[in-house]
């Protein structure tokens, strides 16, 4: 059978699946790890448990842009952050990454291009490909450390510029960046709305880290609202409640149109793929939100502080100011792909950064989740290798 094109150069194996597939033990340290109910971080497991036992969910009755009483509770979670978000401007989705899938269907035609930052998450790209839309990179500059010690960064406008064409469709801002840390300043935010206003395409923003900021001198500057932007969130990372896939789509005054408004909730109507179960349950799940935080936020901050004092120099450890992973950059002659493998061979698994566009030196990125004991000890088997 005749596959698509786009799966020629995707689906074969490289050295470090590869690697994976052939160890024969668990991996004893995972680097790698995105979900917190998986890194022995205490959750309210009983009240979340209950929280799902609610005979509504046999009333169910489909709505494409999601139940009214669970864009409620999401309206009220930015009401709390003095951000005002109309419920019908919210659109229910099982996580972004189906929300950016649903922006790109209603935003563009094949053939056409998205701008994406790089370094960045390597999600985006695959969606892309499957929606048979181009991906062009703009740059993030790395501007070395503050006085805090966080890793410091900026867009290349510049490039950014370089970057769009009569094909491009939208500009994406991941913000705080994955896996930079990266949150853009007030210039950068209006100058980023003045081009995409200037070229008339729209800013979808993944804001799914907002939560967690660890530089206590930065905040996320609000949009203009004269610039559309879609933004997209999720209990993936607010509740830290990834199985549960509930996530949505908003949008801004200037995105919604009552044309964007009927399209998007035509895609929407043609999948209905949130369950009712976690919709009557968001209001208990949000009542949580203040327990699972904490206890995530004091993990992240224990890494942290792991990676940053730790006693030997071998390796550069970039701060992030927010989000849930850090950047290592290693002093060596190898690639981090031959590096990655020689961990797998100590039972370390770990992400390669050229996953992430860092290709002109060699990154490993880790995840701040994972246990503090394990993390201690990742980091010091990673500092032996040359």
């Known amino acids: 059978m005749n596959l ?3 799966f020629q150069n995707i689906l074969d194996e490289n050295p470090i699946s590869k690697e994976l597939r052939l160890l024969s033990k668990n991996i004893e340290i995972d680097l790698t790890i995105s979900n917190p109910l998986q890194s022995g971080i205490s959750f309210p497991k009983k009240e979340i448990l209950n929280s799902l036992k609610k005979p509504d969910i046999f009333k169910y009755s489909p709505n494409p842009k999601g139940s009214e009483f669970a864009r409620t509770e999401i309206q009220k979670y930015y009401f709390s952050k003095n951000e005002n978000t109309k419920i019908e401007n919210i659109f229910l989705t099982t996580g972004t990454s189906e929300g950016f899938s649903y922006l790109l269907k209603l935003l563009t035609d094949p053939g056409d291009d998205v701008i994406l930052p790089s370094p960045g998450y390597p999600l985006h790209e695959y969606l892309c490909m499957n929606e048979n839309v181009a991906p062009r990179k703009y740059p993030l500059r790395h501007l070395g450390l503050d ?3 966080f890793s410091k960064w900026e867009i290349d406008f510049q490039e950014l510029k370089k970057k769009i064409s009569k094909k491009t469709k939208a500009i994406v801002l991941v913000s705080p960046n994955n896996p930079t840390g990266f949150i853009p300043t007030r210039f950068e935010i209006d100058t980023l709305c003045d081009i995409a206003n200037q070229n008339k395409i729209p800013i979808i923003v993944d804001e799914v880290f907002s939560d967690y900021i660890h530089d206590p001198n930065e905040k996320i500057h609000s949009f203009p609202e004269a610039t559309p932007v879609f933004y997209l969130n999720g209990i993936s990372k607010t509740l830290g409640l990834s199985g549960l896939k509930l996530s949505w ?6 995105a919604s149109d009552a044309n964007t408004l009927q399209a998007l909730e035509f ?3 043609s999948y209905l793929s949130v369950n009712a179960q976690v919709q009557y349950a968001l209001k208990d799940l949000f ?6 935080q904490s206890k995530i936020k004091e993990r992240l901050n224990q890494n942290i502080s792991i990676a940053e004092n730790r006693e030997d120099s071998k390796f550069t450890f970039y701060k992030p100011k927010a989000g849930w992973y850090g950047m290592i950059k290693l002093e060596t002659k190898k690639s981090d792909e031959e590096i990655v493998i020689r961990l797998l061979e100590k039972n370390i698994l770990t992400h390669p950064g050229y996953l992430f566009d860092l290709e002109s030196e060699v990154f490993l990125i880790v995840s701040l989740l994972t246990e503090e004991r394990k993390f201690r000890k990742g980091l010091k088997i990673i500092s032996s290798q040359k």
């Open 4 to 6: 698509s094109k786009k």
């Open 147 to 149: 006085n805090a010690g």
């Open 249 to 254: 789509i908003r949008l801004n005054s200037s």
């Open 267 to 269: 895609i929407s109507d």
């Open 287 to 292: 009542s949580l939100k203040e327990k699972i």
